[in-house]
């Protein structure tokens, strides 16, 4: 069993940036590929971003390419998200997910750990 926990969301003006951190805890945490969703009111939840168990890959949406990176340290079980150029449409619960690989980690349908949210509120 993991057990993941978000945290770092909040209230950011457009074109600001928020980082976001996932503290992994459980037996071999560090070797599962990692990765984050979100989901905005009304809408379902969607992939934002995956990383590889060693952190030497990572894949992102097309919507955040470019501005967003994540990022992993094994050492201290964490992987972070960082944001940068925010805007409105970003707004959204932000959820840290684990998977098998980082391929599947690309869907809702792959992911066997959830964390439980933090909230990132963009404001125009």
């Known amino acids: 069993q993991v057990q993941l926990v978000e945290s770092g969301g909040g209230l950011v003006q457009a074109g600001g940036s928020l980082r976001l951190s996932c503290a992994a805890s459980?037996?071999?945490?560090?070797?599962?590929?990692m990765g984050w969703f979100r989901q905005a009111p009304g809408n379902e939840r969607e992939f934002v971003a995956t990383?590889?168990?060693?952190?030497?890959?990572?894949y992102y949406a097309d919507s955040v390419k470019g501005r967003f990176t994540v990022s992993r340290d094994n050492a201290k079980n964490m992987v972070y998200l960082q944001m940068n150029s925010l805007k409105p449409e970003d707004t959204a619960v932000y959820y840290c997910?684990?998977?098998?690989?980082?391929?599947?980690?690309?869907?809702?349908?792959?992911?066997?750990?959830w964390g439980k949210g933090t909230l990132v509120t963009v404001s125009s």
């Open positions: 459980g037996r071999t945490s560090t070797t599962y590929p």
């Open positions: 990383i590889t168990s060693s952190g030497g890959s990572t």
């Open positions: 997910a684990a998977g098998l690989s980082s391929g599947s980690l690309r869907s809702v349908a792959g992911v066997i750990y």
